[in-house]
């Protein structure tokens, strides 16, 4: 009793989605999550894994399977069968990656969004963003000379990650010059070669760059953002998990790019405070200025 050829290839068409999915779910090819941002980068990740995993073993399926089945058997020396073509097999086959390459496109673009990167580069609300106040109240006439809107008034490029941005969010700002990052914390006067954040608060970098493009990126947090000269750029996480993860100019950015690194470290919020309070300049304490005779104010 022979099986028909369309209910093989429907089993197989089915195996091999079950198959894709599977790997998706299971294989873990990316590093640990570390940021309220990665679980949404990750299931976007997870549903191009399936579609490739998919794809890959299909394609490379039928070709093996045809390189086996339709060899050339000795003593055949005949031209192969003249066949002109196959309308529903070619309208299948280009249907069914229009749908694919459409939901890909449409939910990128869907988790793209929800990471932020849609904010546009002359956004208007983006002028209010309290970077670009800051920057406005500084008088800070090489970032103002790099708006060509011509109101003088600074853009800050909000950009990916900025809905995570809060009130409650720590500031940091961050310098990226050749070949180094520079982190400072305006509450604390706190200037630092790595960078130190509390988990599960909201950090708000705000990024300038001395001279040419640089990019920040953590591929625990799956967020990246240009560093632009003139250009200010805001990049917001909240980071989820403890540790210390790699920071990576992703942009190349002269001969030393390589070796463009840093390193973020997400403390638990008491080992943050603890870090913040020995890292912060030494005030005076109170008793200092009540023995010279001084009466604290600030
Ligand atoms: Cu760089």
Same mark, same amino acid.
């Given at each position: 009793?022979?099986?028909?050829?369309?209910?093989? =290839?429907?089993?197989?068409?089915?195996?091999?989605?079950? %198959?894709?999915?599977?790997?998706?779910?299971?294989?873990?090819?990316?590093?640990?999550?570390?940021?309220?941002?990665?679980?949404?980068?990750?299931?976007?990740?997870?549903?191009?894994?399936?579609?490739?995993?998919?794809?890959?073993? !299909?394609?490379?399926?039928?070709?093996?399977?045809?390189?086996?089945?339709?060899?050339?058997?000795?003593?055949?020396?005949?031209?192969?069968?003249?066949?002109?073509?196959?309308?529903?097999?070619?309208?299948?086959?280009?249907?069914?990656?229009?749908?694919?390459?459409?939901?890909? $496109?449409?939910?990128?673009?869907?988790?793209?969004?929800?990471?932020?990167?849609?904010?546009?580069?002359?956004?208007?609300?983006? &002028?209010?963003?309290?970077?670009?106040?800051?920057?406005? *109240?500084? $008088?800070?006439?090489? &970032?103002?000379?790099?708006?060509?809107? !011509?109101?003088?008034?600074?853009?800050?490029?909000?950009?990916? $990650?900025?809905?995570?941005?809060?009130? !409650?969010?720590?500031?940091?700002?961050?310098?990226?010059?050749?070949?180094? /990052?520079? /982190?400072?914390?305006?509450?604390?006067?706190?200037? *630092?070669?790595?960078?130190?954040?509390?988990?599960?608060?909201?950090?708000?970098?705000? &990024?300038?760059?001395?001279?040419?493009?640089?990019?920040?990126?953590?591929?625990? /947090?799956?967020?990246?953002?240009?560093?632009?000269? $003139?250009?200010?750029?805001?990049? *917001?996480?909240?980071?989820?998990?403890?540790?210390?993860?790699?920071?990576?100019?992703?942009?190349?950015?002269?001969?030393?790019?390589?070796? &463009?690194?840093? =390193?973020?470290?997400?403390?638990?919020?008491?080992?943050?405070?603890?870090?913040?309070?020995?890292?912060?300049?030494?005030?005076?304490?109170?008793?200092?200025?009540?023995?010279?005779?001084? =009466?604290?104010? %600030?």
């Amino acid at each position: 009793m022979a099986i028909p050829s369309a209910l093989v =290839t429907l089993l197989l068409g089915m195996g091999l989605v079950l %198959a894709g999915l599977w790997v998706g779910q299971n294989v873990q090819l990316l590093p640990l999550d570390a940021s309220s941002n990665a679980p949404v980068y990750d299931s976007l990740f997870q549903v191009l894994f399936s579609i490739g995993t998919i794809l890959f073993l !299909g394609i490379v399926g039928l070709v093996v399977f045809s390189l086996v089945r339709f060899r050339r058997r000795p003593g055949d020396l005949a031209d192969g069968a003249a066949i002109e073509g196959n309308l529903p097999l070619e309208i299948v086959w280009t249907a069914i990656p229009a749908i694919v390459v459409l939901f890909v $496109g449409i939910y990128s673009y869907d988790i793209y969004e929800r990471m932020g990167g849609m904010v546009a580069l002359n956004d208007h609300s983006a &002028m209010h963003h309290p970077a670009a106040v800051q920057q406005a *109240s500084n $008088g800070s006439a090489g &970032m103002a000379d790099a708006s060509p809107g !011509g109101s003088g008034e600074p853009r800050v490029w909000a950009g990916i $990650g900025s809905s995570d941005s809060s009130e !409650g969010s720590l500031p940091v700002e961050v310098t990226a010059m050749q070949f180094a /990052f520079i /982190f400072h914390y305006p509450d604390g006067d706190i200037t *630092s070669g790595e960078l130190h954040v509390p988990v599960n608060r909201p950090v708000e970098l705000r &990024m300038k760059a001395n001279d040419v493009i640089h990019a920040f990126w953590v591929p625990q /947090f799956r967020l990246k953002q240009d560093v632009i000269p $003139g250009q200010p750029t805001v990049l *917001s996480f909240t980071a989820t998990r403890a540790g210390s993860y790699p920071i990576v100019c992703a942009e190349l950015c002269g001969p030393y790019h390589g070796g &463009m690194r840093s =390193t973020v470290v997400v403390h638990e919020e008491e080992a943050f405070n603890q870090w913040f309070e020995t890292n912060a300049p030494a005030k005076p304490k109170p008793a200092t200025l009540a023995s010279a005779g001084l =009466t604290p104010t %600030a």
